[in-house]
């Protein structure tokens, strides 16, 4: 098991558009495998790419430890795209990894669809909702730079301004190994 430094909020590649995946070779492999090593470790179940320091389209999903949800299967996602999102919206409360003990309601739609890459490179579509699709586009979000406090109301995160000061420090305490510095990037 290699398990990987998570990169923490103020970190720069949170904040980066990642590149496509052009190939799944050895190297991409290994960074799938130590990806779920490390969600698995951290108690997470949605990773990207970008929160390792990997500067690659990609995420990994695991749900089965939640409640009702333990027949969900592991899931990797190369180069996703979201095709479609419902108007309905719902509030849910969600972390972070990279934002360690920090917790907020956020509104998003409730079902999207989506369309990705498997190991095999093989193209998948699929329309998911509630968990699934909330996981799914807190783990896109981070893809393209984002994340899940920049949707929060302005109001909340007036609160949260000292505590993501601290965790930009890392004047926290964390239970699985982080990132060392703002400028930290996994070479592949
Ligand atoms: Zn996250």
């Known amino acids: 098991m290699s398990l990987l430094p998570i990169t923490l909020y103020g970190d720069k590649i949170l ?39 990997a500067n690659k389209s990609i995420f990994v999903i695991d749900i089965s430890n939640v409640e009702g949800y333990e027949n969900s299967k592991p899931l990797i996602l190369i180069n996703p795209e979201i095709i479609n999102y419902s108007k309905e919206k719902i509030i849910f409360e969600e972390g972070c990894l ?3 003990d920090m917790r907020a309601e ?3 739609p409730e079902s999207i669809t989506i369309s990705y890459y498997d190991s095999d490179l093989k193209e998948h579509t699929l329309t998911v909702k509630k968990l699934l699709a909330r996981v799914m586009q807190h783990e896109y979000d981070h893809l393209k730079g984002k994340l899940f406090i920049d949707l929060i109301d302005s109001e909340i995160k007036i ?7 601290k965790i930009s420090k890392r004047d926290i305490a964390v239970e699985y190994p982080v990132s060392t510095s703002k400028d930290y990037q996994l070479v592949l």
């Open 15 to 53: 904040r980066k558009k990642v590149s496509e995946v052009k190939q799944v070779d050895n190297e991409i492999i290994q960074l799938i495998t130590d990806m779920f090593d490390t969600m698995r470790n951290a108690g997470g179940i949605g990773l990207a790419a970008n929160q390792v320091g």
């Open 98 to 100: 990279s934002i360690p």
């Open 106 to 108: 956020v509104e998003r």
């Open 159 to 165: 609160k949260m301004k000292e505590p993501l000061a």
